[in-house]
């Protein structure tokens, strides 16, 4: 295996090197963040292409997509993507990057809330002081979780909404009382540097995904360094290393 993956760096290299270096401009959810990265690395060492990478949550990619910006490769949640496709924002073609699953956190010090099952979870957001969420695809799951248990109504009051995954986090990082947060796993993890507690991911009859997936604009320059990076994200090694991050294979 590493022979043959080996072969696919050094051939794509060689390409890279024939072809002339090129920039390739990404935008990415967040949530892929720390699979991405490693993956975008190891793709720049083995063909010399630069790779700019600019990270929104889904909200805020839908609008760049809408306002025609021009991007050689978009990473988003399928909704996004499928929404994207019908206004000819990007094209059919997706390449699987991966899924992320919901977890919760809590800041350090705070009490662990239980999350054993549905029960747990339901109870333990009621007794929370505040519930903490984006406004992006996660948050998105949140509410609907939030919904399907009936307690929407009880948990507005007290909700603390943030536009991304990374800034619900720090709040909570910084938070008090009786506080517990709800993000993607991924996000979570790169948080526990500075201490914020992974409770855990929720439990198999909670636990949503989202999926992940790469396209190109619907119509415009595809340059053959563009295409590379595609192919590579479908590649072992990238999907070792999203998985090493926490990001699922696609299903």
Known sequence: MKTKLFRIAAALFCFAQAAGA????LLSGGAVEPGLKPVVAAFE???GHTVRITFNAAPQIASRLG???PWDVVIAP??????AARTAKVGAERVGVGR???GV????GAPLPAIGDAASV???ILEADSVVYNRASTGQLVEKMLRNMGIEEQVVPKAKRHADGASAMEHLLQGSGREIGFGALTEIRLFKDRGLLLVGPLPPEL???TTYAAALPAAGSRSDAVRQLLDYLATPAARTSFTAAGVDPPT
Not at 22 to 25: G, L, S
Request: charge should be neutral; proline fraction near 3%.
């Open 67 to 69: 306002a025609g910006e």
């Open 100 to 102: 992320v699953g919901l």
């Open 207 to 209: 636990q949503v995904y």
């Open 105 to 108: 956190a809590v800041r350090p």
């Open 45 to 47: 060492a083995a063909t």
């Open 22 to 25: 090129a920039e390739i401009a």
């Open 122 to 124: 339901k109870r333990s």
């Open 78 to 83: 399928l909704a996004v993507l499928d929404a």
